[in-house]
C-alpha cells in the first residue's frame, strides 16, 4: 500500500470511513494553463504540460508508479459553478454528460482527501 503522503497526479479529459487511507494527499494536477485555475490547496502542485495527445498522457500517468485520478468529461459547459459533481463509472451509476468548467476544477481539489478513485479514471458530471 502507497503511502497516503505519495504524489498522486490529477488529471481530468476530463460513506464516511476512518484509518490511515484517508488522509490528505499530495497531488499534482496536469493542467494546459495554469492562471485559469482559480483553486489553489496546500496539498495542490499544478504541473503545466501538453494535453493534446490524451493517450500519451493516460499510458504516462497510469504506467507510473504513483497514485493518480484521470476525470473522464464528456461535455463541459460555460455555465455557472452548480458545486454538485456526480461521479462514477459509465454504465454505472448515475453520471450524465454535462459539466461546467467550473465544477470540473474543484474535482481534483476534492480528490486531495477522497481515497475512491484512487489509481482509476471515473467519468464526472454535473
Known amino acids: 500500500m502507497r503511502s497516503p503522503s505519495s504524489a498522486r497526479p490529477a488529471a481530468s479529459a476530463a460513506s464516511s470511513s476512518s484509518g490511515p487511507w484517508t488522509a490528505a494527499h499530495q497531488v499534482a ?7 485559469k485555475l482559480a483553486l489553489t490547496h496546500s496539498h495542490l502542485t499544478v504541473v503545466t504540460g501538453q494535453l493534446s495527445d490524451r493517450q500519451a498522457v493516460e499510458q504516462a500517468v497510469t504506467g507510473s508508479r504513483l497514485d493518480y485520478t484521470i476525470a473522464r468529461i464528456t461535455n463541459p459547459t460555460d455555465k455557472p459553478a452548480t458545486g454538485r459533481i456526480r461521479s462514477g463509472f459509465l454504465g454505472h451509476g448515475k453520471v450524465a454528460s454535462a459539466m461546467s468548467r467550473a465544477d470540473i476544477a474543484a474535482f481534483p481539489v476534492d480528490q486531495l482527501t477522497d481515497a475512491r478513485y484512487r489509481r482509476a479514471m471515473p467519468a464526472i458530471s454535473n
Open 29 to 35: 494536477a496536469l493542467v494546459r494553463a495554469p492562471a
